[in-house]
Structure formats: structure tokens, C-alpha cells
């Protein structure tokens, strides 16, 4: 309510000669009220107030207004992609973004690896468009079936503890090719002084 409130402030005392900075306006809404309202508030300053606007948006569709209205400049953060990491420029190049960076910002914020990857997992499956049984997105793992060996072998595999089976599954879910050394050596020192 807070950003609609000040969002309605600056739609009715904004001027031609005001600069108005919005940043993300419609995001603690669904995506497409959060786009419509983010739409209908870039409109309305670019046709009826005429004020300079700097308007941070995750929104992808808001790149089109630039077709449609003379005034609107897309302008998106560099981004280089290397070695399987994205790196971000620090420069302001015209344009809209290639695609969303969100899960790499969140990798870099430090979120836990297997929430990272669980993400990606959501992500392609979002992208792909997959459906489950009741045609919703499919956001679930895909169920794992494990067979049972023909014949156990005379030297058995130990089975997992269960105190370590977490710090397992963590170990497993890392992209080393995705991992820079600090951040693996980090990873490693996490996982040691959780086994202590």
C-alpha cells in the first residue's frame, strides 16, 4: 500500500519539470497487475506529465513503450557472460536486457547452493513450459525411481548416515563448473565446521 500511496503522490503533484525516480512500482502484486499498473503509471508520466523519469522495472514487456512513445530511452546494466558466470559491467548501454539475471543475483547474494539450483531446475521447467496432471506448472522434482539391483554385490556400498545425508545432497547439488575457487573453498570450510 505504501508504494501505490507514494506512486499516487507523484502521478498527481509531478510536473514537466520534475524528475520522478521509480523503481520496480507493481512488484508486491501479481506479474500481470504489477505490469499493468507499472504500464499504465510509465504512460501516464510519459503523455499527461511529461516529467523526466528514471523507471527501474524487472518488467521485460515495458521495453516495448520505447516503440510507441517518442520520449522513452530503454537503457539495461552490461552484462558479460564468462565461464559459465555472469559479470556485471557497471555501465549503462542502450537497450533492454537480453534476459533475466535474477538467479545469478541471487547466486551472488549468497543464497544457499541447492536453493540456486533448485531455481535453475524451476526456471527450465517454467521455460519449457512443462505442466503436471492438473496443468500447472510443473515446480515439482520429478519423481526418482530408483530399481533394485539384480544381485547385491559381496562388498556392499555403506549406506549414508543420516546426520551427513543433508551435507551430502548439498555437496552433490554444487556446479563446480559454476563455482569460483574462493567460493568453493568457502563452500568446503562451510561444510567442515558443519561436520565438527
Same mark, same amino acid.
Given at each position: 500500500m505504501v508504494e501505490m500511496t507514494e506512486t499516487s503522490s507523484i502521478l498527481?503533484?509531478?510536473t514537466a519539470r520534475s524528475?520522478? !525516480?521509480l523503481d520496480e512500482i507493481g512488484r508486491?502484486?501479481?506479474t500481470f497487475d504489477g505490469l499493468s499498473i507499472a504500464w499504465a503509471v510509465a504512460e501516464h508520466l510519459h503523455d499527461k506529465v511529461g516529467a523526466r523519469t528514471l523507471f527501474a522495472t524487472h518488467y521485460h514487456e515495458l521495453v516495448?513503450?520505447?516503440r510507441e512513445k517518442p520520449r !522513452?530511452?530503454?537503457l539495461t546494466v552490461a552484462v558479460k557472460e564468462w565461464q559459465g558466470? !555472469? !559479470?556485471f559491467l557497471r555501465k549503462l548501454v542502450a537497450g533492454g536486457a537480453s534476459r533475466s539475471y535474477g538467479i545469478e543475483v541471487a547466486r551472488l547474494a549468497g543464497l544457499p547452493a541447492e536453493v540456486v539450483s533448485r531455481a535453475?531446475?524451476?526456471?527450465a521447467n517454467l521455460e519449457r513450459q512443462e505442466l503436471d496432471e492438473a496443468g500447472q506448472p510443473a515446480?515439482?522434482?520429478a519423481k526418482k525411481t530408483r530399481e533394485a539391483p539384480a544381485q547385491l554385490g559381496l562388498f556392499r556400498a555403506k549406506e549414508e548416515p543420516a546426520p551427513y545425508a543433508p551435507l551430502l545432497e548439498e555437496l552433490r547439488s554444487l556446479e563446480l563448473e559454476r563455482t569460483t575457487p574462493l567460493e568453493a573453498l568457502n563452500f568446503l570450510a562451510s561444510l567442515q565446521s558443519r561436520l565438527k
Amino acid at each position: 500500500m505504501v508504494e501505490m500511496t507514494e506512486t499516487s503522490s507523484i502521478l498527481h503533484n509531478a510536473t514537466a519539470r520534475s524528475l520522478v !525516480v521509480l523503481d520496480e512500482i507493481g512488484r508486491g502484486t501479481s506479474t500481470f497487475d504489477g505490469l499493468s499498473i507499472a504500464w499504465a503509471v510509465a504512460e501516464h508520466l510519459h503523455d499527461k506529465v511529461g516529467a523526466r523519469t528514471l523507471f527501474a522495472t524487472h518488467y521485460h514487456e515495458l521495453v516495448d513503450l520505447a516503440r510507441e512513445k517518442p520520449r !522513452v530511452k530503454n537503457l539495461t546494466v552490461a552484462v558479460k557472460e564468462w565461464q559459465g558466470r !555472469v !559479470v556485471f559491467l557497471r555501465k549503462l548501454v542502450a537497450g533492454g536486457a537480453s534476459r533475466s539475471y535474477g538467479i545469478e543475483v541471487a547466486r551472488l547474494a549468497g543464497l544457499p547452493a541447492e536453493v540456486v539450483s533448485r531455481a535453475r531446475q524451476i526456471l527450465a521447467n517454467l521455460e519449457r513450459q512443462e505442466l503436471d496432471e492438473a496443468g500447472q506448472p510443473a515446480l515439482t522434482r520429478a519423481k526418482k525411481t530408483r530399481e533394485a539391483p539384480a544381485q547385491l554385490g559381496l562388498f556392499r556400498a555403506k549406506e549414508e548416515p543420516a546426520p551427513y545425508a543433508p551435507l551430502l545432497e548439498e555437496l552433490r547439488s554444487l556446479e563446480l563448473e559454476r563455482t569460483t575457487p574462493l567460493e568453493a573453498l568457502n563452500f568446503l570450510a562451510s561444510l567442515q565446521s558443519r561436520l565438527k
